[in-house]
C-alpha cells in the first residue's frame, strides 16, 4: 500500500512539473567554444575591432562560446595555414574563417571538413564548396555600388563617359576581385571608359604612386580604389596634387582619415561595409548551424554608399563611427 | 471498477493521512509557487523600475551639472565681455580661450566648449585643435532651435561632432543662445559632453543575458541603443511606433513616471529625463524570468516531495504506533484461547493502548485468580468428599460386632471377647491413623486382618482367609481402607451364605508399573446382569452413591466397592481403579490398581 501510493506521488509531481513547464528555446550545449580563424586580431579601432563587437554581441544574445584566433596582421598566409591546423586539432564544433588567401585556404577547409568541423567563412572567402556559408559583403555588389556613383559624378561633372582609373589592393584576394568585377559591370552598363586596373598589392605607397601616375593622364576624370588602403593612397595624391576638381574619386572603407577626405570632398564618396552586422551574423549564422538550423549558403551583409551629405545622418553614424572618440 | 478496501487499520490511517497531506501539499505548493512567481516576478519589475529611475535620474543629474557649466559659462564676466564688446580684442580671445581651456581640463566628461558670436567669430576651448574649416555649425537642427528660443538650453541628441579636423567624438552637446545687446540674432554656447558617459551609464542597466536598454529623444529616434546597427540594418527591431506614443504619456505625467508595456515575452518600461525630454527604456525578457520560474517551480517540487515522503513516513510510522500495541495485545488476547493466562505487561503505544493493557491485565488476573479458586475449591471439596466416604463405615458392621462382644461377656468368653475387642480397636487405630489418607501396605493389611478376625469370629468357620504379600511391598503406600470394603463385599456376596467353606484371598503384587491389590473368593459369585449392574455402579456419580446409601441404611450391593473405586480415582486419577471379574458359582475378584507409591510419597 506504502509503495504504491508512493510511486502515484512520484508520478503526480513529475507530471506537475511537466504541465507547468513553461516552453522555451533549449540552451545550446556545446563544449568547445566555436573558433574564430581571423584574417588578422584586431588592431585598436579598425574594421576587425567591430567585427568583433558584433561577434560578442551575437555570442552574448546566443549564448555561444567564441574564442578568437589568427596571425596578428594580414597577409600573414603561413601563419594563419599553422593556426588553422592547431585548431582543427583542438576539435571545436564550428569554425568560422576569414580566410586571407582564396586559394591556399581551401586544402585546409577540405581537411576540416573530413574531421566533420563545419565551416562558415567571414568577410573572405575560400575557394571551396566546403563552407556552409559565406557571410560577408556581397563584393560584387558593393563594387556595382561604387562603379554606378562614379557614373553618376561623372555625370554631374558634364563628362558622363570620362575615363575611369580601377586601384585595386590585390589580384588574388577575392574582395579585390569581385568588387573589381562590380565596379566594371557598372561603369560598363553606365557607358563609362575603364582606363584599366593597377594592383597596389595593399601598400598606400603603391596606391599613391599609381594615383601620381593616373593623374598625369589629363584623360582620367574618375578614379576608384577598392580597399581602405588604396583609398587612402589616391586621397593622398589627389589632395597633393590638388585634382579634386578635375578627378571623381570613389573609395572603399570608413577610415576616419577617408571620412576627412569625405568632408574635404577630395573623395566624393566612400562603400562601406558594415562589420558589426558581419560579425553578428556570423555567430549567429553559426549558433543556427549548431542548433540544427538551416542557414542560406551566402549570408549578404550589405553595403552602403556614404557621401559627404549623408555621412551626418543619424542612421549611419554608428557604422561610421564606431568608436566614442576617433582621434587620427 | 474494483473498489479498494480499506480493511484494517493501519490502511486506513496511510491513505487517509497521505491523500490529505498530498492534497494540502500540492495545494500549498501551487499557491506559494503563484506567490513566488508573482513575488519573483514583481520583484524583477521592481528592480527594473529602481534601475530605470536611478538611470534617469543619472541622466538628469548629470545634464543638470553640464548644464550648470554651461550657464556658468554663459554668465562669466569674460564671455560677457567678449560678446558685448563689438570688436574684442585678441588678448580677451585668448583669455576667454584660456578660461574654456581650465574648464575644459577640469572635467574631462566635457570634450569641447565654444562660443560664437552672432557675427561668427567663434573661440573653441582647446586651442591645439584648429576647427575644420568645412564645418558648419548652424547645420545642425539642435543650434536653429536654441537660436530661436533664447535662453533656454536645448540638448542635441547623441551625434559624431565634426568641427574639429580629423576628430570625430560622440558627444551631446547643450546649447544655449546667449542675447547680446545691440544684436538681431544672438550669440551660441556650445557645451559637448563625451556621450561615452551616458553609455556607461546605460550599460549598467544591462541585465541578464536578454535585458538592455536604450534611450529615445523626444522625436523617438534613438539617442543610445547597444546594437544601433543591427537595429538601423533591420536585423533587430524595436516597436518603435508603440514605443513612441509613449513619450507624450510621460511627458504629461509627472517627473518619475514610469509606464510599461510588455509585448510578446519583451517587457518594456519606460522613464522620462525631463530634463533632457529622453525617454529610458528598458527591455527585459519575460522568456528569462520564466527560466528562473521554471528552475524555481523544479525546486518546489522537490521541496514538496521531501516533504511528503517525510510526512508519508511519519504517518505510516504514526499508523503503525496506533496498530503495532492493537495487534500485540491482540495476539495476548489469543493465547487465552489456548487457555493460558498471559498477561499483556507494559505495551508501548498511546495512553489510551497503555490503559487498554493494563484493564486488560487486570481482567486476566481476576479471571486466572477466579480459575485458580475454583479450581482450590474443587480439590477441597474432593477431600471433603473423602473423608467424608472414609468416615462411611458401615455401623451395622459395630452394632453387630458390639453386639457379639455383649454376646460373648455374657456367655463368658473372654478370650474371644478380648480377642475381638482388641481387634476392634486396631481397626479404629488403623481406620484413624492420625488423618492421613496414605499407609502402608502393611498397615492396610493390618486393618483388613483385624475385619476379618471379627467376621471370622461372627461367620464361626464360614471362611477362611490367605494373605499373599510380599514383603517387598509392605512399605507401598496405599489409599487407607481400601481393601476392607472390597473383603466385606468378599463376605457378604460371597463367601457367607456359602454352604461349603468359603476362601478370601488377598494378594498385593507389583505390576511394574502399578500396584495390584486383589481380593479374591470362591463364593457364589454374580451372574452377568449383576456383574455389569455393579461395573456401571462403579463410574455413577459419587454423589448418587451418598444419596444411595446414607449412613443409616443399609448398604446395598457394592455401595463399599464403589465407594473404594471413586476414592482412589478421586486421589489418584481415572487410570485407576477397580475392576471386576466374576462368574457365577465360581467367585469374585476384584483388582484395585494402584500407583506405586514409596513410603516418603506423602500427600
Redesign the interface.
Known amino acids: ?2 509503495f504504491i ?2 510511486l502515484a ?2 508520478v ?2 513529475w507530471t ?2 511537466i504541465v ?3 516552453e ?1 528555446e533549449e540552451v545550446l550545449n556545446i563544449g568547445n567554444p566555436v573558433i574564430v580563424v581571423m584574417k588578422a586580431l584586431a588592431q585598436p579601432m579598425d574594421f576587425w575591432t567591430v567585427v568583433g563587437q ?1 561577434m560578442e ?1 551575437a555570442s ?2 546566443f ?1 555561444v562560446p567564441i574564442l578568437l584566433t589568427g596571425p596578428n596582421r594580414e597577409k600573414e598566409i603561413d601563419l594563419q595555414l599553422r593556426i588553422f591546423d592547431s585548431v582543427l586539432n583542438q576539435d571545436p564544433p564550428l569554425i568560422i574563417l576569414v580566410a586571407s588567401d582564396y586559394f591556399r585556404l581551401e586544402e585546409p577547409v577540405g581537411l576540416a571538413n573530413q574531421k566533420g568541423i563545419p565551416i562558415i567563412t567571414m568577410d573572405s572567402d575560400v575557394n571551396s564548396d566546403v563552407p556552409l556559408t559565406f557571410v560577408g559583403t556581397d563584393n560584387v555588389e558593393a563594387g556595382k555600388r561604387g562603379g554606378y556613383h562614379m557614373a553618376e559624378l561623372l555625370a554631374a561633372r558634364g563628362n558622363p563617359h570620362g575615363r575611369v582609373g580601377i586601384v585595386s589592393h590585390n589580384q588574388e584576394t577575392a574582395t579585390g576581385i569581385d568588387r573589381e568585377t562590380g565596379v566594371r559591370t557598372a561603369l560598363a552598363e553606365e557607358g563609362v571608359e575603364i582606363a584599366g586596373t593597377w594592383f597596389a598589392e595593399v601598400d598606400q605607397e603603391r596606391a599613391y604612386q599609381i594615383t601620381l601616375d593616373l593623374l598625369a593622364d589629363p584623360s582620367i576624370t574618375g578614379i576608384i580604389a577598392l580597399n581602405e588602403v588604396t583609398t587612402l593612397g589616391i586621397a593622398q595624391a589627389i589632395r597633393e596634387q590638388n585634382a579634386q576638381d578635375r578627378i571623381s574619386a570613389v573609395g572603399f572603407d570608413n577610415a ?2 577617408i ?2 577626405y569625405l ?3 577630395i573623395l566624393q564618396a566612400t562603400v562601406v561595409q ?1 562589420p ?2 558581419m560579425g ?2 556570423a555567430v549567429r549564422a553559426a549558433y543556427y548551424h549548431l542548433r540544427g538550423k538551416e542557414i542560406p549558403n551566402q549570408i549578404n551583409t ?1 553595403s552602403i554608399l556614404i557621401t559627404r551629405e549623408n555621412m ?1 545622418e ?15 | 471498477m474494483k473498489r479498494i478496501r480499506l480493511r484494517t487499520l493501519e ?1 486506513r490511517f ?2 487517509t493521512f ?1 491523500l490529505l497531506f ?1 492534497i494540502s501539499i ?1 495545494t500549498m505548493q501551487i499557491v506559494s ?1 503563484r506567490i513566488s512567481i508573482q513575488t519573483v516576478s514583481n520583484n524583477n519589475a521592481e528592480n527594473n523600475q529602481i534601475l530605470l529611475s536611478q538611470l534617469v535620474s543619472q541622466i538628469n543629474a548629470y545634464l543638470g551639472s553640464i548644464e550648470n557649466l554651461s550657464r556658468t559659462l554663459a554668465q562669466d564676466p569674460y564671455s560677457q565681455e567678449y560678446l558685448n564688446t563689438p570688436d574684442p580684442s585678441p588678448e580677451l580671445s585668448r583669455q576667454l580661450q584660456e578660461r574654456f581651456s581650465l574648464a575644459l581640463q577640469a572635467r574631462d566628461d566635457v ?1 569641447g566648449i565654444l562660443l560664437a558670436r552672432p557675427d561668427g567669430n567663434l573661440i573653441y576651448g582647446d586651442p591645439t585643435t584648429p576647427l ?1 574649416p ?2 558648419n555649425l548652424y547645420s545642425r537642427t539642435w543650434i536653429q532651435e536654441a537660436l530661436a528660443n533664447p535662453g533656454r538650453t536645448v540638448i542635441s ?1 547623441s ?2 561632432q ?1 568641427l574639429v ?6 558627444v551631446v552637446s547643450l546649447v544655449q543662445a546667449v542675447e547680446v545687446p545691440n544684436q538681431d540674432s544672438p550669440a551660441l554656447l556650445m557645451v559637448d559632453m ?3 558617459r551616458i ?1 556607461e551609464l546605460s550599460m549598467a542597466l544591462v541585465n541578464g ?2 535585458g538592455y536598454p536604450f534611450i529615445l529623444d523626444q522625436e523617438g ?2 539617442v543610445f541603443h ?5 537595429v ?2 533591420g ?1 533587430k527591431t524595436e516597436p518603435l511606433d508603440k514605443l513612441r506614443t509613449f513619450i507624450p504619456v510621460l511627458a504629461s505625467k509627472p517627473p518619475g513616471s514610469l509606464e510599461s508595456w510588455v509585448s510578446g515575452d519583451q517587457r518594456y518600461l519606460l522613464g522620462r529625463s525631463n530634463f533632457s525630454g529622453w525617454t529610458v527604456v528598458s527591455v527585459s525578457s519575460e ?1 528569462e524570468l ?2 528562473d ?2 528552475v524555481a ?2 525546486i518546489f ?1 522537490l521541496i ?2 521531501v516533504v ?2 517525510i510526512i ?1 513516513w511519519i504517518s ?1 510510522y504514526l499508523a503503525q504506533s496506533i496498530t503495532r500495541p492493537v495487534h500485540r495485545l491482540q495476539e495476548v488476547m489469543r493465547s487465552v484461547e489456548t487457555g493460558e493466562f498471559t498477561r499483556a505487561g507494559v505495551i508501548e503505544g498511546t495512553d489510551e493502548i497503555r490503559e487498554l493493557a493494563r484493564e486488560y491485565d487486570l481482567m486476566v488476573t481476576r479471571i486466572s485468580e477466579l480459575v485458580t479458586a475454583n479450581a482450590r475449591e474443587q480439590e477441597l471439596k474432593r477431600k471433603s468428599d473423602l473423608k467424608a466416604l472414609q468416615a462411611q463405615i458401615n455401623p451395622h458392621f459395630l452394632y453387630n460386632t458390639l453386639d457379639s462382644i455383649i454376646w460373648m461377656g455374657e456367655m463368658g468368653q473372654n478370650i474371644d471377647l478380648v480377642k475381638m475387642t482388641s481387634a476392634l480397636a486396631r481397626l479404629f487405630r488403623i481406620s484413624i491413623s492420625k488423618g492421613k489418607e496414605l499407609i502402608a501396605l502393611k498397615d492396610e493389611v493390618g486393618h483388613v486382618v483385624s475385619y476379618l478376625t471379627i467376621q471370622e469370629m461372627r461367620y464361626k468357620k464360614k471362611f477362611t482367609y490367605e494373605l499373599d504379600i510380599p514383603p517387598s511391598l509392605e512399605r507401598c503406600q496405599v489409599l487407607k481402607i481400601t481393601l476392607q470394603p472390597l473383603v466385606e463385599n468378599a463376605i457378604y456376596h460371597g463367601v457367607r451364605d456359602l454352604d461349603r467353606p468359603g476362601t478370601i484371598h488377598i494378594s498385593a503384587r507389583n505390576d511394574g508399573e502399578s500396584l495390584i491389590l486383589e481380593v479374591k473368593d470362591n463364593g457364589q459369585g454374580m451372574n452377568p446382569d449383576e456383574l455389569r449392574a455393579l461395573g456401571e455402579n462403579l463410574d455413577q456419580p459419587l454423589e448418587e452413591v451418598w444419596e444411595e446409601a446414607p449412613y443409616g441404611g443399609s448398604p446395598s450391593s457394592g455401595t463399599g466397592v464403589r465407594n473404594v473405586h471413586q476414592r482412589i480415582r478421586l486421589y489418584f486419577g481415572e487410570t485407576y481403579g477397580l475392576t471386576l471379574e466374576s462368574s457365577e458359582g465360581d467367585g469374585t475378584c476384584m483388582r484395585a490398581t494402584l500407583p506405586l507409591l514409596g513410603m516418603e510419597e506423602e500427600l
Open positions: 500500500m506504502g501510493s508512493l506521488t512520484l503526480l509531481f506537475l512539473t507547468i513547464r513553461p522555451r558584433g554581441e552574448r544574445e549564448g576616419p582619415q571620412l576627412t568632408e574635404q570632398e558594415q558589426y552586422n553578428y551574423l550589405g551626418f543619424r542612421e549611419y553614424q554608428e557604422l561610421l563611427f564606431p568608436f566614442a572618440e576617433m582621434d587620427e | 490502511d496511510y491513505v497521505t498530498f500540492v509557487f570634450s575644420a568645412w564645418a541628441p551625434y559624431v565634426n579636423e580629423n576628430r570625430y567624438a560622440w563625451r556621450f561615452t553609455q543575458e536578454q529616434n534613438y547597444p546594437t544601433l546597427q543591427l538601423y540594418s536585423i522568456e520564466m527560466a520560474w521554471q517551480q523544479v517540487a514538496g516531495l511528503f515522503l508519508g505510516n
